[in-house]
């Protein structure tokens, strides 16, 4: 039987392994062809808030694409942390080619208190793909919590758990979607045994099997407020960073949505919770 730190040290090989890829893709636009605010939809940075002086940490940055967004909106001081070697590698490389002032952390996010040396931030960010491939979410809160200044804010910008339950009917030409796969997690880790990634580029030589645990959004509240955190906005969104579906159209602020003869429904979500100012 596997381990869970056996799945995660397969996870951490994992996205060792398809990183030289993803830098190489067309997807991520590394040739200057995307900016890091690409990857940002326009909610963000109104939840946000004004960054000016403030210290912000990105977990589970990967390529530090999104990383790199927050100097430019006056951030103080930006720290990005991975757990994966060549992730990290690029991202500085990455953050020293275009001139921004970032700070890159190897780490597993379980480890990121003592890894930064119990430092803490004003901003701690994190989504888009990354808690999917946390098994334990209250162990994950009170890491965020111990990283987070009085009155910190962690911002959570995540794929909807029922967009991970959607996948394509099996009849050619047929445009809906049907529920595949389990909305809320209990069963146990996932295992993809799959060569290819979510960009494009060729398939992966080593490395391909990967774990991942599903999520909730009640679990996710549960597992922060648990911890002592405030949340104090939740919002839902039907847009996505890409193409997830052929069926999906552009919308005006460069996302994409489902076109307007399919049902609306939420295919990311954010969260904003806040530490407690006197603690």
Same mark, same amino acid.
């Given at each position: 039987m596997?381990?869970?730190?056996e799945?995660?040290?397969a996870?951490?090989?994992?996205w060792?392994?398809?990183t030289? &890829?993803h830098v190489?893709?067309?997807?991520?636009?590394?040739?200057?062809?995307?900016?890091p605010?690409?990857?940002?939809?326009?909610?963000?940075w109104?939840?946000?808030?004004?960054l000016s002086?403030? =210290?912000?940490l @990105?977990?589970?940055? @990967?390529?530090?694409?999104? !990383? =790199?967004?927050?100097p430019?909106?006056g951030?103080?001081?930006? *720290?990005?942390?991975?757990?994966s070697?060549?992730?990290?590698a690029?991202?500085?490389r990455?953050?020293?080619e275009?001139?921004?002032?970032?700070?890159? *952390?190897?780490?597993d996010?379980?480890?990121?208190v003592?890894a930064?040396?119990?430092?803490?931030?004003d901003?701690?960010? !994190?989504?888009k793909?990354a808690?999917?491939?946390?098994?334990?979410l209250a162990?994950?809160?009170?890491? &965020?919590?111990?990283? /987070?200044?009085?009155?910190g804010?962690?911002?959570?910008?995540?794929? @909807?758990?029922l967009l991970d339950?959607?996948?394509?009917?099996?009849?050619?030409?047929?445009?809906?979607? /049907?529920?595949?796969?389990?909305?809320?997690?209990?069963?146990?880790?996932?295992?993809?045994?799959n060569?290819h !990634?979510?960009?494009?580029?060729?398939? /992966?030589?080593?490395a391909?099997?990967?774990?991942?645990?599903?999520?909730?959004?009640?679990?996710v509240v549960?597992?922060?407020?648990?911890v002592?955190?405030?949340v104090?906005?939740?919002?839902? !969104?039907?847009?996505?960073?890409? =193409?997830?579906?052929?069926?999906?159209v552009?919308?005006?602020?460069?996302?994409?949505?489902?076109?307007?003869?399919?049902?609306?429904?939420?295919?990311?979500f954010?969260?904003?919770?806040?530490a407690d100012?006197?603690?």
């Amino acid at each position: 039987m596997t381990t869970e730190d056996e799945m995660l040290r397969a996870n951490r090989r994992n996205w060792d392994a398809r990183t030289p &890829v993803h830098v190489a893709s067309a997807f991520y636009g590394l040739d200057g062809s995307r900016s890091p605010e690409d990857w940002f939809a326009p909610f963000e940075w109104e939840d946000l808030g004004e960054l000016s002086g403030r =210290q912000v940490l @990105h977990l589970q940055c @990967h390529l530090g694409t999104e !990383t =790199q967004a927050f100097p430019g909106r006056g951030a103080d001081r930006t *720290v990005g942390l991975d757990f994966s070697g060549e992730a990290v590698a690029h991202a500085r490389r990455l953050a020293e080619e275009s001139g921004r002032d970032v700070e890159f *952390v190897r780490a597993d996010v379980h480890r990121a208190v003592e890894a930064l040396g119990g430092r803490r931030f004003d901003v701690v960010y !994190t989504g888009k793909g990354a808690l999917c491939y946390l098994p334990d979410l209250a162990a994950w809160a009170e890491v &965020v919590r111990d990283l /987070l200044r009085p009155g910190g804010v962690l911002y959570v910008v995540e794929f @909807h758990p029922l967009l991970d339950s959607l996948g394509p009917v099996a009849r050619p030409g047929e445009r809906e979607l /049907l529920l595949a796969h389990d909305y809320l997690g209990g069963r146990g880790p996932i295992r993809n045994d799959n060569p290819h !990634t979510y960009t494009d580029g060729p398939p /992966l030589d080593e490395a391909t099997t990967s774990f991942e645990w599903r999520h909730g959004i009640g679990e996710v509240v549960t597992a922060l407020t648990g911890v002592g955190l405030t949340v104090d906005l939740l919002r839902e !969104t039907d847009l996505l960073p890409w =193409q997830r579906f052929p069926s999906m159209v552009r919308d005006e602020c460069g996302w994409w949505r489902l076109p307007e003869d399919q049902p609306r429904i939420p295919l990311m979500f954010a969260l904003r919770a806040r530490a407690d100012a006197r603690r």
